[in-house]
Protein backbone atom coordinates (compact mmCIF):
# COMPACT_ATOMS: atom_id res chain seq x y z
CA UNK A 1 0.00 0.00 0.00
CA UNK A 2 1.13 4.10 -0.39
CA UNK A 3 1.45 4.36 3.24
CA UNK A 4 1.21 2.53 6.96
CA UNK A 5 -2.30 1.68 7.86
CA UNK A 6 -4.21 1.13 11.03
CA UNK A 7 -7.33 -0.35 12.21
CA UNK A 8 -9.33 0.51 13.26
CA UNK A 9 -9.19 4.42 14.00
CA UNK A 10 -11.17 4.75 17.10
CA UNK A 11 -12.06 2.21 19.54
CA UNK A 12 -14.49 2.47 22.18
CA UNK A 13 -14.34 -0.13 24.99
CA UNK A 14 -15.72 -1.18 28.33
CA UNK A 15 -12.86 -2.03 30.90
CA UNK A 16 -12.32 -5.57 31.00
CA UNK A 17 -12.82 -6.48 27.46
CA UNK A 18 -10.33 -7.44 24.92
CA UNK A 19 -9.16 -6.10 22.08
CA UNK A 20 -7.36 -6.37 19.22
CA UNK A 21 -5.54 -3.36 17.54
CA UNK A 22 -4.11 -4.35 13.91
CA UNK A 23 -1.29 -2.31 11.75
CA UNK A 24 -0.36 -2.92 8.30
CA UNK A 25 2.52 -1.66 7.41
CA UNK A 26 4.60 -0.57 4.16
CA UNK A 27 4.81 -3.11 1.57
CA UNK A 28 8.44 -4.76 1.62
CA UNK A 29 8.88 -3.36 5.37
CA UNK A 30 10.90 -5.73 7.49
CA UNK A 31 10.83 -3.57 10.82
CA UNK A 32 7.53 -2.77 12.76
CA UNK A 33 6.87 -0.64 15.68
CA UNK A 34 4.07 -0.08 18.27
CA UNK A 35 4.22 2.75 20.12
CA UNK A 36 1.64 4.68 23.02
CA UNK A 37 1.02 8.19 23.36
CA UNK A 38 -1.19 8.71 26.35
CA UNK A 39 -2.90 12.10 26.43
CA UNK A 40 0.04 14.73 27.59
CA UNK A 41 2.48 12.24 27.68
CA UNK A 42 5.35 11.70 24.85
CA UNK A 43 5.13 8.63 22.55
CA UNK A 44 5.84 5.22 24.92
CA UNK A 45 7.96 2.88 22.65
CA UNK A 46 6.48 -1.24 23.13
CA UNK A 47 7.78 -3.43 21.17
CA UNK A 48 9.67 -3.63 17.93
CA UNK A 49 9.92 -6.76 15.08
CA UNK A 50 12.01 -7.32 13.09
CA UNK A 51 10.32 -10.16 10.33
CA UNK A 52 8.07 -12.26 12.61
CA UNK A 53 10.60 -12.28 15.75
CA UNK A 54 10.08 -9.41 18.65
CA UNK A 55 13.08 -10.03 19.92
CA UNK A 56 12.74 -8.22 23.10
CA UNK A 57 9.41 -7.61 25.02
CA UNK A 58 9.68 -5.42 27.88
CA UNK A 59 8.72 -2.20 26.94
CA UNK A 60 5.02 -3.72 26.86
CA UNK A 61 3.57 -2.86 29.56
CA UNK A 62 2.27 -5.47 31.27
CA UNK A 63 1.20 -8.95 30.59
CA UNK A 64 -2.19 -8.04 29.42
CA UNK A 65 -0.23 -6.50 26.31
CA UNK A 66 0.75 -9.29 23.92
CA UNK A 67 1.87 -8.31 20.05
CA UNK A 68 2.15 -10.63 16.87
CA UNK A 69 3.35 -10.38 13.20
CA UNK A 70 2.57 -13.15 10.54
CA UNK A 71 4.18 -13.10 7.04
CA UNK A 72 6.21 -10.24 7.69
CA UNK A 73 3.89 -8.22 7.16
CA UNK A 74 0.39 -7.35 9.38
CA UNK A 75 0.74 -7.10 12.78
CA UNK A 76 -1.83 -6.92 15.79
CA UNK A 77 -1.42 -5.27 19.89
CA UNK A 78 -4.07 -7.44 21.63
CA UNK A 79 -5.16 -5.65 25.16
CA UNK A 80 -6.69 -7.99 27.33
CA UNK A 81 -8.90 -7.06 30.46
CA UNK A 82 -8.41 -3.43 29.57
CA UNK A 83 -8.04 -0.99 32.12
CA UNK A 84 -8.93 2.81 31.88
CA UNK A 85 -5.11 3.80 31.91
CA UNK A 86 -4.84 1.62 28.59
CA UNK A 87 -6.68 4.91 27.06
CA UNK A 88 -4.16 5.96 24.74
CA UNK A 89 -3.25 6.26 21.12
CA UNK A 90 -1.82 3.29 19.63
CA UNK A 91 0.84 4.06 16.36
CA UNK A 92 2.35 2.16 14.31
CA UNK A 93 5.50 2.43 12.30
CA UNK A 94 7.52 0.30 9.94
CA UNK A 95 10.61 0.92 8.19
CA UNK A 96 12.62 -0.82 5.63
CA UNK A 97 15.94 -2.19 7.57
CA UNK A 98 19.43 -1.54 5.99
CA UNK A 99 22.71 -2.94 6.67
CA UNK A 100 23.74 -2.03 9.04
CA UNK A 101 21.06 -2.62 11.49
CA UNK A 102 18.53 -0.52 12.73
CA UNK A 103 19.35 2.46 9.52
CA UNK A 104 15.77 2.73 8.07
CA UNK A 105 13.26 5.78 8.55
CA UNK A 106 10.46 4.84 10.58
CA UNK A 107 6.95 5.74 8.31
CA UNK A 108 4.26 6.25 10.93
CA UNK A 109 0.74 4.93 10.56
CA UNK A 110 -2.28 7.48 11.81
CA UNK A 111 -2.93 5.63 14.65
CA UNK A 112 -6.12 4.07 16.80
CA UNK A 113 -7.62 5.80 19.83
CA UNK A 114 -8.59 3.53 22.09
CA UNK A 115 -10.95 4.63 24.88
CA UNK A 116 -11.51 2.43 27.99
CA UNK A 117 -14.89 3.06 29.48
CA UNK B 1 18.93 4.19 30.79
CA UNK B 2 18.25 5.99 27.56
CA UNK B 3 16.39 9.83 28.12
CA UNK B 4 15.87 12.07 25.37
CA UNK B 5 14.89 15.74 26.20
CA UNK B 6 14.46 18.49 23.98
CA UNK B 7 14.51 22.40 25.31
CA UNK B 8 13.04 24.46 24.88
CA UNK B 9 9.37 22.69 25.39
CA UNK B 10 6.88 25.32 23.63
CA UNK B 11 8.01 28.22 21.39
CA UNK B 12 6.28 30.96 19.80
CA UNK B 13 8.02 32.99 16.63
CA UNK B 14 7.07 35.37 14.28
CA UNK B 15 6.48 34.23 10.75
CA UNK B 16 10.13 34.61 8.67
CA UNK B 17 12.30 34.06 12.03
CA UNK B 18 15.02 31.12 11.74
CA UNK B 19 14.67 29.39 14.38
CA UNK B 20 16.65 26.45 16.61
CA UNK B 21 15.65 23.19 18.00
CA UNK B 22 17.22 20.97 20.35
CA UNK B 23 17.32 17.16 21.64
CA UNK B 24 19.99 15.79 23.99
CA UNK B 25 20.67 12.41 24.57
CA UNK B 26 22.27 10.75 27.40
CA UNK B 27 23.59 7.60 25.56
CA UNK B 28 25.87 8.24 22.62
CA UNK B 29 25.49 4.32 21.61
CA UNK B 30 23.18 4.71 18.71
CA UNK B 31 21.91 3.44 15.53
CA UNK B 32 20.49 7.00 14.21
CA UNK B 33 18.35 9.95 15.30
CA UNK B 34 15.13 10.91 13.45
CA UNK B 35 13.25 14.26 13.39
CA UNK B 36 9.20 14.13 12.90
CA UNK B 37 6.71 16.28 13.56
CA UNK B 38 3.34 15.98 14.54
CA UNK B 39 0.18 17.89 13.36
CA UNK B 40 -2.79 18.00 16.32
CA UNK B 41 -4.46 14.75 16.35
CA UNK B 42 -2.67 12.96 13.69
CA UNK B 43 0.06 10.87 13.04
CA UNK B 44 3.71 11.79 12.58
CA UNK B 45 5.83 12.32 9.72
CA UNK B 46 9.26 11.79 8.96
CA UNK B 47 11.53 14.97 8.63
CA UNK B 48 15.13 13.80 8.76
CA UNK B 49 16.90 10.79 9.40
CA UNK B 50 20.77 11.12 10.38
CA UNK B 51 23.08 7.98 10.40
CA UNK B 52 25.82 7.67 13.92
CA UNK B 53 28.17 8.23 10.89
CA UNK B 54 26.91 11.67 9.75
CA UNK B 55 27.35 14.89 11.27
CA UNK B 56 24.27 16.71 9.62
CA UNK B 57 21.42 15.88 6.96
CA UNK B 58 19.13 18.68 4.85
CA UNK B 59 15.92 19.18 3.30
CA UNK B 60 14.43 21.97 1.93
CA UNK B 61 14.48 24.83 4.80
CA UNK B 62 15.25 21.96 7.80
CA UNK B 63 18.84 21.47 8.59
CA UNK B 64 19.72 19.08 11.09
CA UNK B 65 22.61 18.17 13.06
CA UNK B 66 24.06 15.38 15.34
CA UNK B 67 26.89 15.40 17.19
CA UNK B 68 27.28 11.63 19.27
CA UNK B 69 30.25 12.75 21.09
CA UNK B 70 28.14 15.28 23.82
CA UNK B 71 24.71 13.44 23.17
CA UNK B 72 23.27 16.91 20.87
CA UNK B 73 21.21 17.22 17.85
CA UNK B 74 19.54 20.73 16.60
CA UNK B 75 16.97 21.03 14.11
CA UNK B 76 17.67 24.31 12.16
CA UNK B 77 14.23 25.64 10.68
CA UNK B 78 14.96 28.52 7.97
CA UNK B 79 12.46 31.36 7.18
CA UNK B 80 9.45 29.50 9.67
CA UNK B 81 5.96 29.56 7.84
CA UNK B 82 2.41 29.69 9.84
CA UNK B 83 2.18 25.94 8.26
CA UNK B 84 5.70 24.87 10.54
CA UNK B 85 3.85 25.24 13.18
CA UNK B 86 3.36 21.43 14.66
CA UNK B 87 4.97 19.94 17.55
CA UNK B 88 8.67 18.65 16.96
CA UNK B 89 9.91 15.30 18.12
CA UNK B 90 13.14 13.86 18.24
CA UNK B 91 14.05 10.16 18.33
CA UNK B 92 16.87 7.81 18.88
CA UNK B 93 17.29 4.20 17.73
CA UNK B 94 19.40 2.87 20.43
CA UNK B 95 22.01 0.11 20.42
CA UNK B 96 21.32 -2.08 23.14
CA UNK B 97 21.18 -5.72 22.73
CA UNK B 98 17.72 -5.23 21.25
CA UNK B 99 16.99 -2.58 19.28
CA UNK B 100 14.34 0.25 21.29
CA UNK B 101 13.65 3.79 20.15
CA UNK B 102 13.13 6.69 22.54
CA UNK B 103 11.51 9.71 22.08
CA UNK B 104 12.01 12.95 23.45
CA UNK B 105 8.99 14.95 24.84
CA UNK B 106 8.38 17.59 21.89
CA UNK B 107 9.29 21.15 21.38
CA UNK B 108 5.51 22.45 20.49
CA UNK B 109 6.13 25.18 17.66
CA UNK B 110 4.05 27.83 17.01
CA UNK B 111 4.51 30.43 14.26
CA UNK B 112 2.50 33.71 14.03
CA UNK B 113 1.63 35.57 10.78
Same mark, same amino acid.
Given at each position: ????????????????????LRCDPISGHTALYWY?????????????FQGNSAPDKSGLPSDRFSAERTGGSVSTLT???????????????SSLETTPRGGGTQYFGPGTRLTVL | KQEVTQIPAALSVPEG? +??? /??? &???? #??? @???????????????????????????????? +??? /??? &???? #??? @???ASQPGDSATYLCAVRQKTSYDKVIFGPGTSLSVIP
Open positions: GAGVSQSPSNKVTEKGKDVERQSLGQGLEFLIYIQRTQQEDSAVYLCA | E +NLV /LNC &SFTD #SAI @YNLQWFRQDPGKGLTSLLLIQSSQREQTSGRL +NAS /LDK &SSGR #STL @YIA
